[in-house]
């Protein structure tokens, strides 16, 4: 369910100094005299960005249909993401969706979510959508069908505890500053509100230009350490991580336009089916060493866990 118009309204504030924001027809305005940053409206959506500390450019979103995202796929490219078998697969998405809304219904009357990335939706998102006692607010750096405002998670252009619960599935590797991005985060989620996020470790770079992290478990843990871990898994194993290394080789061989499409569009009837032995790996702590991607659910703390209980867990995993 998205989030009523005129609260969505309340919730702005000036990703460059944080003080209110209003919304108007054609732009959305700082309420404090000493900022007066405005920001423009384009095709009915505020885009909130803080120029000083972005990599993204008002000007961008000019005449630009996707800033900072691939072209749409070809016809061939549509053709095969409907024959050719999908090697990767996140085994978690669902359950802990699923855990992260029994959650929100237990503690609030209404949950307010904000999603970050929310030009695509993630596995198992659809269980937030369809719970009518939860309200998304969606966001993006580009237009998208379900994104109500233009926002760079390193400056987010909303109030102080605005949330009750945020939403950062598979963004953080592409965030130049993914720490300030988690103290974003931090700021805008209420006392006790909860984090879910979906990052990358052994994972192909996608985006181009705009992918720049990976994660370690530990590294992961220590991204969030201003939250208390209520989950921390993996969302897919060391056998996705292995079909990923596969097609990495051939298209790294790659010296001509056929190599290319047998690595993208045949190799992966040859090998998709490895990624189900993960089923059998999730559960092993030694394979989080070799894992494709984890994910966080954690709450909002006010001590942050240090960083000798996260290197302690670490030795306290590996002898389970």
Not at 132 to 148: C, L, N, Q
């Amino acid at each position: 369910m998205r989030i009523d118009n005129q609260l969505f309204r309340t919730l702005l504030a000036c990703p460059a100094c944080k003080q209110p924001a209003l919304l108007e027809r054609d732009d959305c305005r700082c309420s404090d005299p000493r900022c007066g940053r405005v920001y423009p409206v384009k095709r009915g959506i505020p885009v909130l960005v803080n120029e000083d500390r972005s990599v993204f450019a008002i000007a961008d979103y000019d005449d630009a249909p996707a800033a900072g995202v691939a072209p749409s796929p070809s016809l061939l490219g549509r053709l095969s993401e409907r024959i050719v078998p999908v090697i990767t697969h996140n085994w978690v998405g669902r359950r802990n969706y699923e855990l992260l809304a029994s959650r929100l219904r237990a503690e609030y009357e209404a949950a307010q979510v904000l999603v970050i990335g929310a030009g695509e939706l993630g596995v198992g998102f659809d269980t937030l959508l369809d719970d009518p006692k939860i309200s998304v607010a969606e966001t993006d750096v580009y237009f998208a069908p379900r994104v109500a405002a233009i926002a760079d998670c390193h400056d987010l252009p909303f109030a102080d505890g605005a949330f009750d619960a945020v939403v950062v599935q598979a963004v953080l590797e592409h965030v130049a500053d993914p720490l300030r991005c988690v103290d974003e985060i931090h700021r805008v989620l209420r006392p006790g509100g909860y984090v879910y996020a979906e990052t990358p470790f052994l994972y192909p770079v996608h985006l181009g230009p705009y992918d720049f992290t990976r994660f370690t478990r530990g590294g992961h843990r220590r991204l969030f350490r201003h939250f208390e871990e209520v989950r921390h898994d993996m969302t897919s194993g060391p056998a996705t991580a292995l079909n990923l290394a596969i097609r990495s080789f051939f298209l790294g061989l790659s010296t001509s336009r056929w190599m290319t499409l047998f690595a993208r569009n045949v190799l992966p009837f040859l090998i998709f089916w490895i990624k189900y032995a993960d089923r059998w790996m999730l559960d092993n702590p030694q394979a989080a060493d070799y894992a494709t991607a984890f994910c966080f659910i954690g709450r909002k703390a006010a001590q942050p866990v240090s960083d000798r209980a996260i290197v302690d867990e670490h030795w306290s995993r590996a002898a389970r």
